[in-house]
T-cell receptor, first 117, second 109 residues
Framework: GAVVSQHPSWVICKSGTSVKIECRSL??????MFWYRQFPKQSLMLMAT?????????EQGVEKDKFLINHASLTLSTLTVTSAHPEDSSFYIC?????????????FGEGSRLTVL | GQNIDQPTEMTATEGAIVQINCTYQ??????LFWYQQHAGEAPTFLSYNVLDGLEEKGRFSSFLSRSKGYSYLLLKELQMKDSASYLCAPMDSNYQLIWGAGTKLIIKP
C-alpha cells in the first residue's frame, strides 16, 4: 500500500522557537495533504488542507501565521510551528490522498509528537 | 450539522467477538472508513464501505446501511493486540473525512 513518511517522530523544543515537520508520500503523488492535531484522548482535529502549488486552506480557529504550511511538490508538505508555546504541545499527524485512488482513502504518516518546554 | 456517534469505550474478552456501532450524519456521503489507532500512533486503514452490506476482510468485517446512517465494525477472534481505538469516519460531499472521538476497545485475557 501507499506509504507516507513523517519526520521527526519526536521533537522537544524551547518556548519561542520554531519547529518544522515534514510529510512525504514515498510511492505516490499526493495533490492533497492534510494536517491534523490530536490531544490525548481526543479525536483528530483537522488543522488545514494543503494543496500542491497553492495556499493551504485552514480550518476555523487555526492561526495561519502560526502554523505555516508549504506544499511545494507532489510528494512533500511541511508544517512549521512558529514561536511555539507549551500549549502547542500535541501529536501532529499528516495524511495524504493518492491522486490516482478513487475511493479517497487517506494514508497517514507516523505522527510527530511535539513537546514545548 | 455533521455528527458521528460511537460508544466511548468497550471491553471484550480475548477470543470473543465484538461489534462497534457507529451512526453518522453528514452533508452528502461518499463512503465510510474505519481506522484503527493504537495509543500514541497514527491511524491505520481497516475498511471502506460505499455500498450497503457487509464487507469481510479476515477477522474484521464492516457493515453499512446508508438509509439508516449506520455502520458497524465486527472483530472476531479477538487478540490482545486488538486493544486500540477504532475510528468511524464518513466522507462528506466534499470528500472530506469527518472524524469522531472513536471507540476505545479494551481486550481482557
Amino acid at each position: 500500500g501507499a506509504v507516507v513518511s513523517q519526520h521527526p517522530s519526536w521533537v522537544i523544543c524551547k518556548s519561542g522557537t520554531s519547529v518544522k515537520i515534514e510529510c512525504r508520500s514515498l510511492d505516490f503523488q499526493a495533490t492533497t495533504m492534510f494536517w491534523y492535531r490530536q490531544f490525548p484522548k481526543q479525536s483528530l482535529m483537522l488543522m488545514a488542507t494543503s494543496n500542491e502549488g497553492s495556499k493551504a486552506t485552514y480550518e476555523q480557529g487555526v492561526e495561519k501565521d502560526k502554523f505555516l504550511i508549504n506544499h511545494a511538490s507532489l510528494t512533500l508538505s511541511t508544517l512549521t510551528v512558529t514561536s511555539a508555546h507549551p500549549e502547542d504541545s500535541s501529536f501532529y499527524i499528516c495524511s495524504a490522498r493518492d491522486r490516482g485512488f478513487d475511493t479517497g482513502e487517506l494514508f497517514f504518516g507516523e505522527g510527530s509528537r511535539l513537546t514545548v518546554l | 450539522g455533521q455528527n458521528i456517534d460511537q460508544p466511548t469505550e468497550m471491553t471484550a474478552t480475548e477470543g470473543a467477538i465484538v461489534q462497534i456501532n457507529c451512526t453518522y450524519q453528514t452533508s452528502g456521503f461518499n463512503g465510510l472508513f474505519w481506522y484503527q489507532q493504537h495509543a500514541g500512533e497514527a491511524p491505520t486503514f481497516l475498511s471502506y464501505n460505499v455500498l450497503d452490506g457487509l464487507e469481510e476482510k479476515g477477522r474484521f468485517s464492516s457493515f453499512l446501511s446508508r438509509s439508516k446512517g449506520y455502520s458497524y465494525l465486527l472483530l472476531k477472534e479477538l487478540q490482545m493486540k486488538d486493544s486500540a481505538s477504532y475510528l468511524c469516519a464518513p466522507m462528506d460531499s466534499n470528500y472530506q473525512l469527518i472524524w469522531g472521538a472513536g471507540t476505545k476497545l479494551i481486550i481482557k485475557p
